[in-house]
């Protein structure tokens, strides 16, 4: 079974401190990873898609990167307005099957 | 603003009932999906369809249903409704990239609220 986890559950940082959001997957063939940002009772916001071990994405004071078990969505630099939930999900080559983590909660204090 | 639209945005019901939320693409579009987030449970997927057909199913009861008309809008339809159906239910919509990637992207969602 696809599963998705996502550490930590929450964070809170100083604003310009930098840090990193963990997503761990298990999934029968690897067809693509995304990564949402989601505000409270808003709609996911798309971010990236990274799709292959070793990519890596950017996107103003965020990157994302891929190994074959996990990635990583760096935040450097935070802004209080970076405050949201960032939420990860896998597509599977099998079953069109797609799986959201539980994400991790950010706060970034100004 | 994704460019999915949903409506109704908040939908207060009775036990027993039945509801239909309604979900328009992004022009181009023509794969649909739909999502139930409750507090618990986070993010999870219901079903997908593309092109009037459907695609992939994931954790959707046989209480609920979808169909996608011809317009490519999609309707999902809740019946016999419980108090564990309140959530928020959003839709997405994606074309398929050259690389067969669905990056989906999601409308505002629809809070249903059953009493």
């Known amino acids: 079974e696809d599963q998705v986890t996502q550490s930590p559950e929450a964070l809170r940082l100083q604003e310009g401190e930098s840090s990193s959001l963990n997503c761990s997957y298990t999934?029968?063939?690897?067809?693509?990873l995304f990564w949402y940002r989601q505000d409270p009772g808003k709609g996911p916001e798309f971010l990236f898609t990274?799709?292959?071990a070793g990519e890596e994405k950017e996107k103003e004071r965020l990157k994302a990167t891929l190994t074959k078990k996990e990635s990583f969505l760096h935040i450097t630099a935070p802004k209080p307005e970076d405050s949201a939930t960032y939420l990860c999900a896998v597509e599977s080559n099998y079953g069109q099957n797609f799986v959201f983590g539980p994400g991790t909660r950010l706060s970034v204090l100004p | 603003d994704s460019g999915v639209t949903q409506t109704p945005k908040h939908l207060i019901t009775a036990t027993g009932q039945r509801v239909t939320l309604r979900c328009s693409p992004r022009s181009g579009d023509l794969s649909v999906y739909w999502y139930q987030q409750s507090l618990d449970q986070g993010l999870q997927f219901l079903i997908q369809y593309y092109n009037g057909e459907e695609r992939a199913k994931g954790n959707i009861l046989e209480r609920f249903s979808a169909q996608q008309f011809p317009d490519l809008h999609s309707e999902l339809n809740l019946s016999s409704l419980e108090l564990g159906d309140s959530a928020l239910y959003f839709c997405?919509?994606?074309?398929?990239?050259?690389?067969?990637?669905?990056?989906?992207?999601f409308g505002p969602g629809t809070r249903l609220t059953v009493l």
């Open positions: 997405a919509s994606s074309v398929e990239s050259l690389a067969g990637l669905n990056e989906q992207f």
């Open positions: 990274l799709y292959s």
């Open positions: 999934v029968s063939g690897l067809r693509g």
